[in-house]
Nanobody, 129 residues
Framework: QVQLVESGGGLVQPGGSLRLSCAAS????????IGWFRQAPGKEREAVSC????????YYADSVKGRFTISRDNAKNTVYLEMNDLKPEDTAVYYC??????????????????????WGKGTLVTVSS
């Protein structure tokens, strides 16, 4: 059974850091581009970052560029999102999802959540003092 599970969320003060994990079961994550999206209360889901299936391309939304880093550990079948210098506006539920292989990070880059395939259930990140 194909499954994605996010973890690592929590409550952190502004300026703090968290590392989110997206672990897969039932398939190999390294066969797919993996995107991270987030959804804040009352807002639409938005693209945050993506790593291509060949690992030669990464995407970051302008709002997180320079603060977030996406990476992949194929041995653990896990993708990570390292988040530094967190701001209150980063508060959201964070989701990982797969894209169709061999198209880079097209759906994530275009902020098209509807074109993503498999989704996890999300992990809540709250940035507050």
């Amino acid at each position: 059974q194909v499954q994605l599970v996010e973890s690592g969320g929590g409550l952190v003060q502004p300026g703090g850091s968290l590392r989110l994990s997206c672990a897969a079961s039932g398939f190999s994550l390294d066969d797919y581009p993996i995107g991270w999206f987030r959804q804040a209360p009352g807002k639409e889901r938005e693209a945050v970052s993506c790593i291509s299936d060949s690992d030669d391309y990464t995407y970051y939304a302008d709002s997180v560029k320079g603060r977030f880093t996406i990476s992949r550990d194929n041995a653990k079948n896990t993708v990570y999102l390292e988040m530094n210098d967190l701001k209150p506006e980063d508060t959201a539920v964070y989701y990982c999802a797969t894209e169709e292989p061999d198209h880079g990070c097209r759906a994530t880059t275009l902020n098209r959540a509807v074109d993503m395939d498999y989704w996890g259930k999300g992990t809540l990140v709250t940035v507050s003092s």
